[in-house]
């Protein structure tokens, strides 16, 4: 399978706290990216880093990128509870079509809740 | 805004039934997705499309089908529903390879349950 792992599959942290979830994935990719998915809701686009790149930033987002150990992380800096979602990694390889875009894989995701 | 929508947010369907999911996109994408959204398994592909009448097996495709007769509509089809195509569904949209980004835009998801 393609698929790879999430961890952790569960984090409860505190409002104000870094929450830091991983990613692991079996074969090469085109980059990875980050999606966010609010209780029983569509997902949403959070962030990409391509795989000749090691470090993105956006707001209070961190990824990071290690293909050699075929592993992405996302930090979300100083907690809200409105962060409350799951998040979920996905790893782009391969082609559709010549013309088309490339298909994603997406992990199981880790389950983030922040306390008040 | 990208704007993807589903017809449906919640459905109830009898086992044999022939259900239809629609989705819309609204931003001239190439790509339509379908996937599936379960408990402990992710999102997994089910149909998706790069253009108008193409269309390509994901990851699981029994039990479905899809029509894309229209650049900007999506439908996945369950031709005799079965208990175990209850299930969150999502569709999502994303531009050719053409572009820079191939970040998808999701729909609010159809919460299905065959009964």
């Known amino acids: 399978s393609q698929q790879g792992e999430e961890d952790p599959q569960a984090l409860s942290i505190q409002e104000g706290e870094n929450a830091t979830m991983n990613c692991s994935y079996k074969?090469?990719?085109?980059?990875l990216q980050w999606y966010r998915q609010n209780s029983g809701r569509g997902l949403v686009h959070l962030i990409l880093?391509?795989?000749?790149?090691r470090e993105k930033h956006s707001g209070r987002l961190r990824v990071t990128l290690d293909t050699s150990k075929k592993s992405s992380s996302l930090l979300i800096t100083a907690s809200r509870a409105a962060d409350t979602a799951s998040y979920f990694c996905?790893?782009?390889?391969?082609?559709?079509?010549?013309?088309?875009?490339?298909?994603?894989?997406f992990g199981e995701g880790t389950q983030l809740t922040v306390n008040p | 805004d990208v704007k993807v929508t589903q017809s449906s947010r919640y459905l109830v369907k009898r086992t044999g039934e022939k259900v239809f999911l629609e989705c819309v996109q609204d931003m001239d994408h190439e790509n339509m997705f379908w996937y599936r959204q379960d408990p402990g398994l992710g999102l997994r592909l089910i149909y998706f499309s790069y253009d108008v009448k193409m269309k390509e097996k994901g990851d699981i495709p029994e039990g479905y089908s899809v029509s894309r007769e229209k650049k900007e509509r999506f439908s996945l089809i369950l031709e005799s529903a079965s208990t175990n195509q209850t299930s969150m569904y999502l569709c999502?949209?994303?531009?050719?390879?053409?572009?820079?980004?191939?970040?998808?835009?999701f729909g609010p998801g159809t919460r299905l349950t065959v009964t």
């Open positions: 880093i391509r795989s000749n790149e």
């Open positions: 996905a790893r782009e390889h391969g082609h559709l079509s010549e013309t088309s875009g490339s298909r994603l894989t």
């Open positions: 074969t090469s990719i085109n980059n």
């Open positions: 999502a949209s994303s531009l050719s390879a053409s572009a820079s980004s191939y970040e998808q835009y």
